[in-house]
């Protein structure tokens, strides 16, 4: 358990994969020398339709504060009604906004704290700090494939009354995906315990067997499951920033309400309608990292190295010392993620990028073993 910031000061920022240009001048790289294996997006950049649409972008209007259009867009992919979607300027800024939000008001008896499946990503704990409010774990079991145990992550729902549980799913860094009938046992002990139970689906458009979650918003825990959905990932908009929430409109109008206006700007609004038009890109991109991810096990095996089994676009990888292979592999100008700042400094996170780059990342660790 991480103990609360009552301050409602931030104590420690969580850590971020991707590249500081500060870094790279520190250690005289060039920014096109170097690959980043550090943050984990589509390995296809973003569509070819999405260049072209920026083109006509009038940069001398403010941006539509609803993001009508692209809403619309993302209610017919999902079959749902615009006033169920809340887009943000990246899936983080709808972390925050779903922290502060719940946790100044917890609803129906829950508590002001923050529920979270560790190791995961860092954000979720966070924002819960930020708002002063308690950060309580379910932490998997290693031994055991970095599984949680269930029952006792709703019976922890039931009896501490989290007002938010974030699941990452699939998780970062694990890669551990959980199904359907999983997820809807921890969405009814949310349901019953008055916690908004929010599912960061941000990787699952890279899981080959994965379930549609929309399902939860139907049925009877609707008003209890926050679905985010992170266009960053799925269409490599890094550098624009893109996510939504699909929710209860009763949730996105609480979450709307606090989002400041003109959040999503222009240039990422018309780069995720361009995307979205795009309908063969994911399944492109799903396949690409299927066969890096084959390519890439193989030969960190053979290396002796230990790559868990991951559903998602990214692989957690055993290797002793992750800060000192962070080091190594910098210096030859590939940026890989040192797990440490997940409590596993034993580990690095490659983030799957197309096989070329893949084979780049091979050579150099081979070369480094040898
Ligand atoms: C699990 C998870 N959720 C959300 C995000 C944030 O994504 P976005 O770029 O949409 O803010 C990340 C980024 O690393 C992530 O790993």
């Known amino acids: 358990m991480t103990e609360p910031n ?12 991707g590249i500081r240009p500060a870094q790279l001048r520190e250690l005289g790289l060039n920014p096109n020398d170097v690959l980043d294996f550090s943050a984990s997006v589509s390995p296809l950049g973003p569509p070819r339709g999405v260049w072209e649409a920026l083109q006509g972008v009038d940069l001398t209007a403010y941006p539509d504060p609803e993001c009508l259009e692209l809403k619309e867009a993302l209610a017919q992919l999902h079959g749902l009604e615009s006033d169920h979607i809340l887009v943000g300027n990246g899936s983080t800024e709808l972390i925050h906004l779903l ?41 998997a079991c290693r031994e055991a494939g970095f599984a949680w145990d269930l029952g006792r992550a709703a019976e922890t729902i039931a009896n501490s ?17 959980l199904g359907r009938k999983n997820v809807l046992v921890l969405a009814q002990a949310a349901a019953q315990s008055g916690t908004l139970l929010v599912v960061d689906e941000a990787y699952v458009n890279f899981v080959e067997e994965r379930w549609d979650a929309t399902y939860l918003l139907q049925g009877s825990v609707r008003e209890s499951v926050v679905l985010l959905r992170s266009m960053t990932k799925d269409y490599a908009l890094t550098g624009l920033r ?66 868990l089994p991951s559903a998602a676009n990214y692989l957690l990888v055993e290797v002793g010392d992750g800060s000192v292979w962070r080091e190594r592999l910098m210096r030859r100008g590939l940026f890989v993620r040192d797990c440490a700042s997940f409590g596993l400094p034993d580990c690095i996170r490659i983030g799957i990028r197309a096989m070329p780059d893949c084979r780049r990342l091979v050579e150099a660790m081979t070369a480094e073993v040898e």
């Open 242 to 307: 893109l996510g939504y929430a699909l929710a209860s409109p009763e949730v996105v109008s609480r979450l709307a309400r606090l989002q400041p206006d003109w959040s999503v700007n222009s240039l990422a609004q018309v780069a995720g309608l361009a995307a979205l038009a795009d309908t063969v890109y994911l399944s492109t991109a799903r396949r690409t990292v299927g066969e890096a991810r084959d390519f890439l096990v193989e030969n960190f095996q053979r290396m002796g190295f230990n790559p």
């Open 161 to 177: 009354k989290p007002a938010l549980a974030f699941l990452c799913n699939p998780n970062n860094p694990t890669g551990v995906y």
């Open 99 to 139: 922290a502060r939000s719940y946790l100044s008001q917890p609803v129906d008896g829950a508590e002001r704290s923050v529920l979270t499946f560790s190791p995961t990503y860092g954000e979720y704990s966070g924002a819960g700090l930020l708002e002063g409010a308690k950060v309580l774990e379910v932490t």
């Open 6 to 17: 009552l301050a409602g000061q931030p104590t420690a920022r969580p850590v971020h994969g």
